[in-house]
């Protein structure tokens, strides 16, 4: 059985994963809604400077599909605009909801096919408790669409604010919500290349944390296949999180497993530092070199006196060379496992 996360609520100096409590489910907007098909430079802080379009550049706005049926899925939200591509919270057919993703059939042959990889990846998953599983896909009226279950829950991504008021200081709360955290991705994680398929694009965006109960892997379009991988897909990639090899010139190599347990172990340094295991950049051939040349930062604080072997599991996880990286991902959370349950009681920086 996978760790569950914790759902009651914490006394202030103390932390849970805020779930319970917490509105709407797959893709949360983080954002004030933008509309037209204007362009801008948007700067995250977990990755690159970015130029995002408002809307397709093909005449068609995310708004315009807004109570307007594609294939019986009935769009009621937008939870994401990225040029040809939107995402929605969608009534079903039946009446339930359904996390509806579109792709305009005149947009980049590259997004169409990784719209179809994602499909793919999504059947190949089908049997995955924790991959959100596929209701529907095809094309309608100028669209390829692609329906998931929808699943309650906040991105990894927009707890990371709150984790980082928790992990600031020591707490046995904030070391459970770690461990917790840490073992139920893993575990996410190893089923998935269990069912022969490699995530990719593995970040805080793409993790969803259900209420009060298990990790959900969510955006396949960058995914690998056993058997029929791809080699041609121009793929994703969050450059603060994607392994060495993801970001090579092109053509770049088809991720493998290790692939995203470098990703995870960034995560987790992520989670627990407030900051990357590299030194940011906004560029793909900086942060390359950087993984190249420089080791990934110390653990630093009370989590590096806390769990005294942590740092040894990560940091082998994130070796630029994939084949010294642990064998497999159950090798890693075997480890990673270890490490965390050898934890010095009461431990404080």
Not at 51 to 70: I, Q, S, Y
Not at 165 to 172: E, G, H, I, L, V
Not at 316 to 331: K, V, W, Y
Request: glycine content about 8%.
């Amino acid at each position: 059985m996978p760790p569950h996360l914790p759902t009651a609520a914490p006394p202030a100096t103390t932390t849970a994963l805020p779930l319970q409590n917490r509105p709407g489910g797959r893709h949360q907007p983080t954002a004030p809604a933008q509309h037209g098909p204007t362009t801008s430079r948007v700067t995250s802080p977990e990755g690159p400077a970015i130029r995002r379009r408002r809307g397709c550049p093909h005449g068609r706005t995310a708004d315009d599909l807004l109570g307007v049926p594609v294939a019986g899925y009935t769009p009621l939200e937008v939870l994401r605009r990225r040029g040809c591509q939107n995402v929605y919270r969608a009534k079903t057919p039946g009446g339930g909801h359904a996390a509806l993703k579109t792709t305009c059939l005149d947009a980049d042959p590259n997004a169409l096919a990784r719209a179809r990889n994602e499909v793919l990846g999504l059947r190949q998953t089908a049997t995955h408790p924790l991959v959100a599983d596929l209701v529907g896909h095809g094309n309608h009226d100028g669209l390829h669409y692609l329906a998931t279950a929808w699943q309650r829950g906040v991105s990894l991504h927009q707890l990371l604010e709150h984790l980082d008021r928790s992990m600031t200081a020591w707490s046995p709360t904030g070391a459970e919500v770690f461990t917790r955290l840490a073992l139920a991705l893993c575990h996410a994680l190893d089923g998935l290349h269990h069912h022969g398929v490699v995530h990719g694009d593995l970040s805080p965006r793409n993790i969803l944390a259900g209420h009060g109960t298990t990790i959900t892997l969510i955006d396949l379009d960058s995914c690998a296949r056993t058997g029929d991988p791809d080699p041609a897909l121009r793929r994703g990639a969050t450059i603060m999180y994607a392994a060495p090899e993801c970001l090579a010139p092109r053509p770049r190599p088809v991720p493998g497993p290790t692939a995203d347990q470098y990703s995870t172990a960034a995560i987790l340094y992520r989670v627990l530092q407030q900051r990357h295991h590299l030194p940011h950049a906004t560029r793909r051939a900086t942060v390359r070199e950087f993984q190249l040349t420089r080791p990934p930062r110390l653990l630093t604080g009370w989590p590096a006196t806390t769990w005294p072997g942590l740092a040894a599991v990560l940091h082998q996880a994130l070796h630029p060379d994939s084949e010294h990286r642990h064998p497999t991902t159950g090798d890693f959370t075997s480890h990673l496992r270890a490490a965390l349950a050898l934890a010095r009681s009461g431990a404080t920086p």
